[in-house]
């Protein structure tokens, strides 16, 4: 079971980290975010193995936003920086075992999370 968290309501420029917890091990998986907001489809956000830690951003977050994982937290984080309007969505972790060329497909994923709300808007 995943649970996201860490959402809410910030100004654009601002800042926010969002977490990703599970009730077991992250081993040997990958945990994805995704997004969607209204009206739209689900989109890939970022991902990252927990196991050798590599990484992959969506071309509309990349600069702005980080995913790493804590170990002994057993989470893992998406910290998002130089929040724009067009970020506001709600965003899902979830945790599968896709290969590298299908790590932003959310079909490669099978254990999803609740969503949490993200809002920028001044």
């Known amino acids: 079971q995943l649970q996201a968290s860490g959402g809410g309501l910030m100004q654009p420029g601002g800042s926010l980290r969002l977490a990703c917890t599970a009730s077991?091990?992250?081993?040997?998986?990958?945990v994805g975010w995704f997004r969607q907001a209204p009206g739209k489809e689900r989109e890939f956000v970022a991902s990252i193995r927990w196991s050798g830690g590599t990484t992959l951003y969506a071309d509309s977050v990349k600069g702005r936003f980080i995913v790493s994982r804590d170990y002994a937290k057993n989470t893992v984080y998406l910290q998002m920086s130089s929040l724009k309007t067009e970020d506001t969505a709600v965003y899902y972790c979830?945790?599968?075992?896709?290969?590298?060329?299908?790590?932003?497909?959310?079909?490669?994923?099978?254990?999803w999370g609740q969503g949490t709300q993200v809002t920028v808007s001044s």
């Open positions: 979830a945790a599968g075992r896709p290969i590298l060329s299908t790590m932003r497909f959310g079909r490669s994923y099978d254990y």
């Open positions: 077991g091990t992250f081993s040997p998986y990958t």
